[in-house]
């Protein structure tokens, strides 16, 4: 999952803890640079940092391909996170790639969170599974009956709890193989 130098290998988190969905792939693992970029995405709403992704499609070989020809699903804010922040970005990530991808790759905002949940940033993997438990649904008279491939859309993978929980969703909803890609990983 971990980008160019990894292509191909599984990471130690799903080999170590079989995750729901069925592959993965992400732009580049976490350090103090990349995490910066997120931050500037998920928490100042900095948009603009989206602009710069043909450079990491080109330096990630095989990711382009990865979300192509696919349904690009973000995982959903609970509205009172939406409220505090004014934007989801996750969809603002996934627009940004079908943008890249091309026609054939779409975005489908069709989960909710249906519960408030604490933020995953201070909790272990067992509280994080426990945390965002039946927390998702899908949206009321969501369609997506022809689609062949669900790509669910985060900004940080780091244990898989939320990917699951949301991945959860949709393979209970008939549709047996999920994927996920995020920004970062770590």
Same mark, same amino acid.
């Given at each position: 999952?971990?980008?160019?130098?990894?292509? =191909?290998?599984?990471? %130690?988190? &799903? %080999?170590?803890h079989?995750?729901?969905?069925?592959?993965?792939?992400?732009?580049?693992?976490? /350090?103090?640079?990349? %995490?910066?970029?997120?931050?500037?995405?998920?928490? !100042?709403?900095?948009? *603009?940092?989206? /602009?710069?992704?043909?450079?990491?499609? /080109?330096?990630?070989?095989?990711?382009?391909d990865?979300?192509? /020809?696919?349904?690009?699903?973000?995982?959903?804010?609970?509205?009172?996170?939406?409220?505090?922040? =004014?934007?989801?970005?996750?969809?603002?990530?996934?627009?940004?790639?079908?943008?890249?991808?091309?026609?054939?790759?779409?975005? &489908?905002? &069709? +989960?909710?969170?249906?519960? @408030?949940?604490?933020? *995953? #940033?201070?909790?272990?993997?067992?509280?994080?599974?426990? !945390?965002?438990?039946?927390?998702f649904?899908?949206?009321?008279?969501?369609?997506?009956?022809?689609?062949?491939?669900?790509? +669910?859309?985060d900004?940080?993978? #780091?244990?898989?709890? #939320?990917?699951?929980?949301?991945? *959860?969703?949709?393979?209970?909803?008939?549709?047996?193989?999920?994927?996920?890609? #995020?920004?970062? @990983?770590?």
């Amino acid at each position: 999952m971990e980008g160019m130098e990894y292509e =191909g290998l599984t990471c %130690r988190n &799903c %080999r170590e803890h079989s995750p729901i969905f069925f592959a993965g792939r992400t732009l580049f693992h976490l /350090d103090a640079k990349s %995490r910066e970029l997120i931050h500037e995405i998920k928490y !100042n709403g900095v948009k *603009q940092v989206l /602009d710069d992704m043909p450079l990491f499609f /080109d330096r990630t070989p095989g990711f382009q391909d990865f979300v192509t /020809d696919a349904v690009l699903i973000p995982v959903p804010l609970h509205r009172k996170k939406y409220q505090q922040r =004014g934007f989801n970005q996750s969809l603002w990530i996934a627009q940004a790639w079908a943008k890249i991808a091309g026609e054939t790759t779409v975005v &489908c905002d &069709c +989960l909710k969170r249906v519960r @408030h949940t604490a933020t *995953q #940033t201070t909790l272990d993997r067992a509280h994080r599974q426990k !945390n965002v438990k039946n927390a998702f649904a899908l949206n009321d008279r969501t369609c997506l009956d022809g689609f062949e491939r669900l790509v +669910l859309v985060d900004d940080v993978y #780091t244990t898989g709890a #939320t990917l699951d929980a949301c991945a *959860q969703v949709l393979i209970e909803s008939g549709f047996p193989k999920v994927e996920v890609a #995020t920004l970062g @990983h770590g």
